[in-house]
């Protein structure tokens, strides 16, 4: 991801959520790291227009957990305080 990603932008940046995406220009992967950074549990919509995806549905896996998951165009994502996600979409 490191290596090869492009096109680093932040997607959305309130002042208590934070979604930054890239690119690898390579496979076409995308990468998205949503952030909680309020003091409380929160859930943060990602739309997958928002990142340059028009699918319908997509595969998106955790990078730390490992898991997969279905996403269709908007993702409700659970955090609790000042955790983040890191995401592969597919």
Request: net charge negative; aromatic share 4%; no cysteine.
């Amino acid at each position: 991801m490191h290596k090869e990603s492009v096109g680093v932008r932040s997607v959305l940046h309130t002042d208590d959520r934070l979604i930054v995406a890239s690119t690898n220009p390579n496979t076409g992967d995308k990468y998205v790291a949503v952030f909680n950074i309020s003091d409380e549990k929160q859930k943060i919509s990602l739309d997958l227009n928002q990142i340059g995806i028009s699918k319908s549905e997509i595969t998106a896996t955790d990078l730390w957990t490992g898991e997969n998951l279905q996403i269709k165009q908007v993702a409700a994502i659970d955090l609790e305080a000042h955790q983040s996600v890191l995401m592969k979409l597919k």
